[in-house]
């Protein structure tokens, strides 16, 4: 198995394309930690991932409280061992879509708590992670980023904007840790039918131009696993091409 060894914390993973790599990362031998703050879903795609013969367990995550961030590392560490995957998808999209307007009508809250929930909870996940990684000899992160951080989208200043910082993020971290064996790396996502597992087969029938969680999935395994040990500070884009055709986002 790709990831037999590994200890992974998924943010963002009660659904969509945080919970498809949580079931992915298991399938290949990852012991991993589901996180948000659903309890119910997270419970629910904990006992499917066990279902199947994997090993998971769920942890609650508000990625825009400090404090949650803290003690999710620290339940993940307690239970199966110094941290080698994280993964950081938990983006604030439902205060997104109610914040979708100009830069001049947006609140300096709404953009605030945008950057907070995209970028800085970033920074909190890797900060207290990395000294985990470090235990444990080395580890890789993949930071799922966004197409609307390498082109202009109307009405998505704060989001993009604070996307654009992950990919900063994850080059700085890349040069800073990379010589102590840890790898960070971006996943820049076009877009994607987040939940298609959850509205059935005729959404991927209807939309066929667009991505679906396991195409995001299928790019973090390989960023998490040993055969992609060389690379380091990259910006990984799965979006089927949609950067050669705005219109079609």
Same mark, same amino acid.
């Given at each position: 198995?790709?990831?037999?060894?590994?200890?992974?914390? #998924?943010? %963002? $993973?009660?659904?969509?394309?945080?919970?498809?790599?949580?079931?992915?990362?298991?399938?290949?031998?990852?012991? #991993?930690?589901?996180?948000?703050?659903?309890?119910?879903?997270?419970?629910?795609? #904990?006992?499917?991932?066990?279902d199947?013969?994997?090993?998971?367990?769920?942890?609650?995550?508000?990625?825009?409280?400090?404090?949650?961030?803290?003690?999710?590392?620290?339940?993940t560490?307690?239970?199966?061992?110094?941290?080698?995957?994280?993964?950081?998808?938990?983006?604030?999209?439902?205060?997104?879509?109610?914040s979708?307007?100009?830069?001049?009508?947006?609140?300096?809250?709404?953009?605030?708590?945008?950057?907070?929930?995209?970028?800085?909870?970033m920074?909190?996940?890797?900060k207290?992670?990395?000294?985990?990684?470090?235990?444990?000899?080395?580890?890789?992160?993949?930071?799922?980023?966004?197409g609307g951080?390498?082109?202009?989208?109307?009405?998505?200043?704060?989001?993009?904007?604070?996307?654009?910082?992950?990919? $900063?993020?994850?080059?700085?971290?890349?040069?800073?840790?990379?010589?102590?064996?840890?790898?960070?790396?971006?996943?820049?996502?076009?877009?994607?039918?987040?939940y298609?597992?959850?509205?059935?087969?005729?959404?991927?029938?209807?939309?066929?131009?667009?991505?679906?969680?396991?195409?995001?999935?299928?790019?973090?395994?390989?960023?998490?696993?040993?055969?992609?040990?060389?690379?380091? %500070?990259s910006?990984?884009?799965?979006d %089927?091409?949609?950067?050669?055709?705005?219109?079609?986002?």
């Amino acid at each position: 198995m790709r990831l037999d060894g590994k200890v992974a914390l #998924v943010t %963002g $993973s009660t659904r969509g394309i945080g919970r498809t790599i949580a079931e992915v990362f298991a399938d290949e031998g990852a012991k #991993v930690v589901l996180s948000g703050r659903s309890v119910d879903k997270g419970e629910k795609n #904990v006992q499917r991932i066990r279902d199947a013969g994997g090993e998971a367990m769920f942890v609650p995550l508000d990625v825009a409280d400090e404090a949650s961030v803290q003690d999710a590392v620290a339940a993940t560490v307690d239970a199966y061992g110094p941290i080698t995957t994280l993964i950081n998808n938990a983006a604030p999209t439902a205060l997104v879509n109610v914040s979708f307007k100009p830069v001049t009508e947006l609140s300096t809250q709404e953009w605030d708590d945008i950057v907070r929930g995209t970028l800085t909870s970033m920074f909190w996940t890797s900060k207290y992670a990395i000294p985990h990684m470090l235990d444990a000899g080395g580890g890789s992160i993949v930071n799922i980023s966004s197409g609307g951080a390498v082109f202009g989208v109307p009405g998505l200043s704060a989001y993009s904007a604070a996307k654009g910082g992950v990919n $900063s993020l994850t080059r700085t971290v890349a040069v800073e840790f990379g010589k102590q064996g840890i790898r960070c790396n971006t996943i820049i996502v076009g877009r994607v039918v987040s939940y298609a597992q959850d509205r059935g087969p005729e959404t991927t029938k209807e939309l066929l131009r667009v991505g679906n969680p396991r195409d995001i999935a299928s790019a973090a395994l390989w960023l998490a696993a040993d055969e992609s040990e060389w690379i380091t %500070g990259s910006e990984i884009t799965a979006d %089927g091409g949609a950067r050669y055709n705005q219109s079609e986002l």
